[in-house]
């Protein structure tokens, strides 16, 4: 049995856009390896995406019947979720192995609510 976790990736975009070709190639080279990676330690990836950047976001607030539209980021944050990966897993370890193959991102990880809709 599996278990479907996702996997949150969050940076710095002002450091991602000054990064120079090689660390860019370094770090597209560490997100190349990583399905090998996940295989090897019993995990299929089955989905995942890099995100546009964080101005490009349209946040929408609720408060009972009010719902307010904002662009851009809801919150002004030092890192910024950038992309996702959608992994079915053995278990926690296996993917917490696996996923130190990432660059150094901070790295959300929380399992995918098994319940129909949610809990």
Do not use: N, W
């Not at 996702?6 to 560490?30: H, K, N, Q």
């Not at 990583?34 to 101005?55: K, M, N, Y």
């Amino acid at each position: 049995m599996t278990i479907r976790y996702v996997v949150l990736l969050y940076d710095d975009e002002a450091a991602g856009e000054s990064a120079t070709p090689d660390e860019r190639r370094r770090i597209m080279d560490r997100h190349g390896a990583f399905p090998r990676v996940c295989a090897e330690h019993g995990i299929a990836i089955a989905g995942g995406e890099a995100l546009q950047t964080s101005d490009t976001a349209t946040t929408l607030r609720r408060r009972g019947e009010e719902i307010t539209i904002t662009d851009g980021p809801f919150a002004e944050t030092a890192e910024q979720l950038g992309g996702f990966y959608l992994l079915d897993a053995p278990d926690l370890d296996s993917v917490l192995k696996a996923i130190a193959q990432l660059p150094e991102y901070s790295l959300e990880v929380r399992p995918v609510d098994p319940a129909p809709g949610g809990s």
